[in-house]
T-cell receptor, first 111, second 110 residues
Framework: KQEVTQIPAALSVPEGENLVLNCSFT??????LQWFRQDPGKGLTSLLL?????REQTSGRLNASLDKSSGRSTLYIAASQPGDSATYLC??????????FGAGTTVTVRA | EADIYQTPRYLVIGTGKKITLECSQT?????MYWYQQDPGMELHLIHY???????EKGDLSSESTVSRIRTEHFPLTLESARPSHTSQYLC?????????FGSGTRLTVV
């Protein structure tokens, strides 16, 4: 069974600092990895989807890398803003299209 | 501009009542999912469907049931709600990989 771990569980940074969020997974036979953002009490917003053949994916201030062989992904958020405060979830997809989720990293960006 | 809709957004209901949580998507995705999430905890898959008249139970055992009579509609039903069913229920759809989530239904059973 795929196990997904996100470290740290919580992170507080001053505005302007770069954020580094880590995700690890136990089974490297993944088809893709997806990063989501979740605001309190809300649903999930997709940020980036990385196919297993890709090494990284970028969107604006966000960059996600994938090292399938070592079972790791990292989400970088450049020049953080208070609006970036949220919980960030990592999810890995297998051949059956189902996603396995980590517990998330809760980020607070202080103004 | 969500293309997947969940209703109601919040629901407080008494023990023993039957409830149906609605989920509809307008993207024509053949795959749909229900996840359960307790506060501060990870999401757990409770039901999924890969097409009309196809439903399967997920990794987390649930007393709820689902149906998929139309591609765009994937309702979840609890025949007799209990306090242990209090949680957030999230619906998602995908064309294959790449999920889109609804805003969720926060259910409280008193």
């Amino acid at each position: 069974k795929q196990e997904v771990t996100q470290i740290p569980a919580a992170l507080s940074v001053p505005e302007g600092e770069n954020l580094v969020l880590n995700c690890s997974f136990t089974d490297s036979a993944i088809y893709n990895l997806q990063w989501f953002r979740q605001d309190p009490g809300k649903g999930l917003t997709s940020l980036l989807l990385i196919q297993s053949s890709q090494r990284e994916q970028t969107s604006g201030r966000l960059n996600a890398s994938l090292d399938k062989s070592s079972g790791r992904s990292t989400l970088y958020i450049a020049a953080s803003q208070p609006g970036d405060s949220a919980t960030y979830l990592c999810a890995v997809g297998g051949r059956d299209y189902k996603l396995s989720f980590g517990a998330g990293t809760t980020v607070t960006v202080r103004a | 501009e969500a293309d997947i809709y969940q209703t109601p957004r919040y629901l407080v209901i008494g023990t023993g009542k039957k409830i149906t949580l609605e989920c509809s998507q307008t993207m024509g995705h053949d795959k749909m999912y229900w996840y359960q999430q307790d506060p501060g905890m990870e999401l757990h898959l409770i039901h999924y469907s890969y097409g009309v008249n196809s439903t399967e139970k997920g990794d987390l055992s649930s007393e709820s049931t689902v149906s998929r009579i139309r591609t765009e509609h994937f309702p979840l039903t609890l025949e007799s709600a209990r306090p242990s069913h209090t949680s957030q229920y999230l619906c998602a759809s995908s064309p294959g990989y790449g999920y889109t989530f609804g805003s969720g239904t926060r259910l409280t059973v008193v």
